[in-house]
Nanobody, 131 residues
């Protein structure tokens, strides 16, 4: 059974940190990324990693504060210096049929990843930051 399971969401004070985890079962990641969706807003890309120990990508909202990493079948998102604007449901997305170079190519052409780039999604984990 193909499954993505996120964990690590919590309520924290502004300036705090959280580490989100995304574990895959039933497949290897291929393209994998974190997205988030705040109430009343669209889903936006946050970060992606192109193979464990490989290159990575950060959206403007994440640069300098978030770090993505991968260990075997788990992808992590370390989030530091959180602000109220980071409050959202965070989703892990992956597509095992899509090689990582394909996602890198999409980034080059579009400058961002889109939800349609990914076939499988986790259930989401809520991050709430209070100021």
């Amino acid at each position: 059974q193909v499954q993505l399971v996120e964990s690590g969401g919590d309520s924290v004070q502004a300036g705090g940190s959280l580490r989100l985890s995304c574990r895959s079962s039933g497949f290897t990641f291929g393209c994998v990324a974190w997205f988030r969706q705040a109430p009343g807003k669209g889903r936006e890309d946050v970060a992606s990693i192109f193979a464990a120990g490989g290159s990575d990508y950060y959206a403007r909202v994440a640069k300098g504060r978030f770090s993505i990493s991968q260990v075997e079948n788990t992808v992590y998102l370390q989030m530091n210096n959180l602000t109220a604007e980071d409050t959202a449901m965070y989703y892990c997305a992956a597509d095992p049929s899509r090689p990582t170079w394909s996602c890198e190519g999409a980034l080059v052409s579009r400058g961002k990843l889109e939800a349609s780039d990914f076939r499988y999604w986790g259930q989401g984990t809520q991050v709430t930051v209070s100021s």
